[in-house]
């Protein structure tokens, strides 16, 4: 079992920044890739940003590029994810999630091994 805990979130204005954070405990944190989804109501829930158990890969949706930044530190079992030049369409609740896989992790999230239990982020204008 791995568990995964997210903090960070909170209330931010248009242009602002976030940081989010992912603590793992449980299982070893480098056998998973790490990723980052986020749901809004209603909506299905999306990957925005993903990286490789080694860290040397990373995935990021067209909509956070160049604003997201995902990265892991192994010493402290911990996924980060660095949010500027926020918008409120950023708006929603952010998951972090592990998986098994080779490289990037995938954007299915039925692929998933574990979960946290969201961190709500929102954004004013």
């Known amino acids: 079992q791995v568990q995964l805990v997210e903090s960070g979130g909170g209330l931010v204005q248009a242009e602002g920044s976030l940081r989010l954070s992912c603590a793992a405990s449980?299982?070893?944190?480098?056998?998973?890739?790490m990723a980052w989804f986020r749901q809004t109501p209603g909506q299905e829930r999306d990957m925005i940003a993903g990286?490789?158990?080694?860290?040397?890969?990373?995935y990021y949706a067209d909509s956070v590029k160049g604003r997201f930044t995902i990265s892991r530190e192994d010493a402290k079992n911990t996924v980060y994810l660095q949010m500027n030049s926020m918008k409120p369409e950023d708006t929603a609740v952010y998951y972090c999630?592990?998986?098994?896989?080779?490289?990037?992790?995938?954007?299915?999230?039925?692929?998933?091994?574990?979960w946290g239990q969201g961190t709500q982020v929102i954004v004013s204008s």
């Open positions: 999630a592990a998986g098994r896989f080779p490289g990037v992790p995938s954007r299915y999230s039925a692929l998933y091994d574990y």
């Open positions: 449980g299982r070893t944190f480098s056998n998973y890739a």
């Open positions: 990286i490789s158990r080694s860290g040397d890969a990373t």
